[in-house]
């Protein structure tokens, strides 16, 4: 079983960047394809990105797509999501999940998950 713990959120304005983090206990990271979400008040959880590292893939949601970044550091049991030019509708709460899915962006598909982390975006 595997423990995530997400962290970097925080206040920003818009066009800022923000690099959130995943850090993995339990269990090796890699085992994994790692998911980030994020839940808006009032929203349902929306998938913003996957990594995979067998066979390896990536995906973004079109709303991140070309400013937000997925990576992954195996020897730190990291999976990093960096966020370019952020804009008011990225704020949210943000969490990562562990599991193999069956469709990436579908949380119910993920066994494991972190606490999540604040990220506001305002003016």
């Known amino acids: 079983q595997v423990q995530l713990v997400e962290s970097g959120g925080g206040s920003v304005q818009p066009g800022d960047s923000l690099r959130l983090s995943c850090v993995a206990s339990g269990d090796t990271l890699d085992y994994y394809a790692i998911g980030w979400f994020r839940q808006a008040p009032g929203k349902e959880r929306e998938g913003v990105s996957y990594?995979?590292?067998?066979?390896?893939?990536?995906y973004y949601s079109d709303s991140v797509k070309g400013r937000f970044t997925i990576s992954r550091d195996n020897a730190k049991n990291t999976v990093y999501l960096q966020m370019n030019d952020v804009k008011f509708g990225d704020t949210a709460v943000y969490y990562c999940?562990?599991?193999?899915?069956?469709?990436?962006?579908?949380?119910?598909?993920?066994?494991?998950w972190g606490q999540g982390t604040q990220v506001i975006v305002s003016s």
């Open positions: 999940a562990a599991g193999w899915p069956t469709a990436w962006n579908r949380a119910s598909d993920y066994d494991y």
């Open positions: 990594i995979r590292d067998s066979p390896k893939a990536m």
